[in-house]
C-alpha cells in the first residue's frame, strides 16, 4: 500500500529513525485504527532499543544523539492512543 511506503520515507529523519527502532524493540507500537504510536510500557523493550541506538546509531549522528532522540520520541508518546482512550 501507498501508505506504507510514505512512512518508510519518514525513517530519514531522525525521529523516524528513533520511532522505527522502538518498535522493532517493541517498546512502542502503533494503533491498527489511528496510527498513533502507543508507548508499551515495557522497559526491557525500552533497554533493547537503546542499546540498538548506543550500538548502531542512525547515519551521521552520533551515540549520544541517537539515543537522546530514542529518549526525546518515548517523552512525546502516551501509553494509550488518543483516539482509543474514553472519553478521548
Ligand atoms: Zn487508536
Redesign the pocket.
Known amino acids: 500500500m501507498l501508505m506504507m511506503k510514505e512512512r518508510r520515507a519518514a525513517i530519514r529523519t531522525l525521529q523516524g529513525w528513533a520511532i522505527s527502532v522502538l518498535q522493532e524493540a517493541g517498546a512502542i507500537r502503533e494503533?491498527?485504527?489511528?496510527a498513533?504510536m502507543?508507548d508499551r510500557g515495557d522497559p526491557d523493550a525500552r533497554e533493547r532499543a537503546l542499546a540498538v541506538a548506543r550500538r548502531d546509531p542512525s547515519a551521521d549522528v552520533s551515540p549520544e544523539k541517537a539515543v537522546t532522540a530514542i529518549d526525546d520520541v518515548l517523552g512525546s508518546i502516551g501509553d494509550t492512543?488518543?483516539?482509543?482512550a474514553p472519553g478521548g
Open positions: 494503533c491498527e485504527e489511528h498513533w502507543v492512543c488518543p483516539e482509543c
